[in-house]
């Protein structure tokens, strides 16, 4: 039983298209995330939502929008793709944010390649 | 913002041989995890230590922390060529999402 899964594995596309990708997790999480990694294995929180609401947006920008619509599902969908969107998308999901002992799951992630 | 640093960067060594990877952060945290991130797959936690903790064991596992130098350290005892992995610390401090640093790669050769 995969706890954060997340969908697809790889994405390869053509720059100006737009994307989504999907994860669930089934831990009963109340908080979700998105991180990126780069070529750099650089890890960066880019959402947070707490039981279906953003609570953090790192200043990504407004082509990138999550949507979360039960606290189980984070949808990642990105408008007008461009090169430096290429990276590794990873989904995570945590009990709840603040509580001291945020020990995140993550899913297997998504190898975006923009073309 | 990047809040750890991970050293070394890379880390070759032995099999059976200790490995010991170093982070160290900016700020006060409340606390500080290890991860493990093998080649294709997702982070997986390996240990936490709170900022009131000084060490931790898990396993061949060994965690430190130093909150006034603001450093940790990850002690692998005997290696294993399955330890083969990125090593990750992430800080937290309080409501926001831990914050990683950039890793280490370590390679334990058979």
């Known amino acids: 039983d995969t706890a954060v899964s997340q969908t697809p594995k790889y994405l390869v596309t053509q720059m100006g298209n737009d994307k989504s990708i999907k994860c669930e997790q089934n831990?009963?999480?109340?908080?979700m995330y998105w991180y990126k990694q780069d070529s750099k294995k650089f890890l960066k929180i880019m959402f947070s939502?707490?039981?279906?609401?953003?609570?953090i947006n790192e200043t990504v920008p407004n082509r990138f929008s999550p949507k979360s619509p039960d606290k189980a599902h984070l949808n990642l969908h990105i408008n007008s793709l461009e090169l430096g969107d290429s990276a590794v998308y990873f989904c995570?999901?945590?009990?709840?944010?603040?509580?001291?002992?945020?020990?995140?799951?993550f899913g297997s992630g998504t190898q975006l390649s923009v073309l | 913002s990047q809040q750890g640093e991970e050293d070394p960067q890379a880390l070759s060594i032995q099999e059976g041989e200790n490995a010991t990877m170093n982070c160290s952060y900016k700020?006060?945290?409340?606390?500080l995890q290890w991860y493990r991130q093998n080649s294709g797959r997702g982070l997986v936690h390996l240990i936490l230590i709170r900022s009131n903790e000084r060490e931790k064991h898990s396993g061949r596992l060994r965690v430190t922390l130093d909150t006034s130098k603001k450093s940790s350290s990850l002690l692998i005892t005997a290696s294993r060529a399955a330890d083969t992995a990125s090593y990750f610390c992430?800080?937290?401090?309080?409501?926001?999402?831990?914050?990683f640093g950039k890793g280490t790669r370590l390679s334990v050769i058979a």
């Open positions: 939502y707490n039981n279906k609401e953003l609570i």
């Open positions: 831990l009963g999480h109340d908080t």
């Open positions: 995570a999901s945590s009990q709840a944010l603040g509580t001291g002992v945020e020990k995140l799951f």
């Open positions: 700020t006060s945290i409340n606390n």
């Open positions: 992430a800080t937290e401090r309080g409501n926001t999402p831990l914050v």
